[in-house]
T-cell receptor, first 111, second 114 residues
């Protein structure tokens, strides 16, 4: 089965700086990758996704990079704001299998 | 459209008791998935229901069960509660399947077992 891990459980970033959150997965056949944001007291919220036929995808202030060679996924948040403080985790999918979720990185924005 | 509604938000139970959690998905969504979230394990898939039938099941003991009603509302039940069942239980309204699957989560039910 798939296993998904995050490199850092916590990350503190100065407001206005860029944040990079990393995720590693084990199944080289995985073909769908999603980043979620979970604020305190709320359920996870979809941020951005990417499929295995791409290596980069950009959204509003967020970019996801996929390196299939080393089975690594990252989320970049540009010009971080206080509202970006949350737990971020990746989810990895393969075919019709259910998504496998990582344990999350808690991002703290320092004013 | 209204989002996913989970009730109750908080529950405190003691070992050996049983608990029922409720989830109302987004209007028009026929599939509901349940997840257990703990700090150490992250989100673990419990089960998925589609049109009142269990479509997928995760690796949890039989004490965990669920059902879905004709209006797509879903309940999950945990019997003979153990301390390790303390967790945030999340319900997701599901659109699509496989790599087209999109999950819309509710705010969860925080269960504490004493």
């Amino acid at each position: 089965g798939e296993s998904v891990g995050l490199h850092l459980p916590t990350l503190s970033v100065q407001e206005g700086d860029n944040s990079i959150i990393n995720c590693a997965y084990s199944n080289s056949a995985s073909d769908y990758f999603i980043w979620y944001k979970q604020e305190s007291g709320k359920g996870p919220q979809f941020i951005i996704d990417i499929r295995s036929n791409m290596d980069k995808r950009q959204g509003q202030r967020v970019t996801v990079l996929l390196n299939k060679t080393v089975k690594h996924l990252s989320l970049q948040i540009a010009a971080t704001q206080p509202g970006d403080s949350a737990v971020y985790f990746c989810a990895v999918g393969f075919g019709n299998e259910k998504l496998t979720f990582g344990t999350g990185t808690r991002l703290t924005i320092i004013p | 459209k209204a989002g996913v509604t989970q009730t109750p938000r908080y529950l405190i139970k003691t070992r050996g008791q049983q608990v029922t959690l409720s989830c109302s998905p987004i209007s028009g969504h026929r599939s509901v998935s349940w997840y257990q979230q703990t700090p150490g394990q992250g989100l673990q898939f419990l089960f998925e229901y589609f049109s009142e039938t269990q479509r997928n099941k995760g690796n949890f003991p039989g004490r965990f069960s669920g059902r879905q009603f004709s209006n797509s509302r879903s309940e999950m039940n945990v019997s003979t509660l153990e301390l390790g069942d303390s967790a945030l239980y999340l319900c997701a309204s599901v659109r699509g399947i496989g790599t087209n699957e999109k999950l819309f989560f509710g705010s969860g039910t925080q269960l504490s077992v004493l």
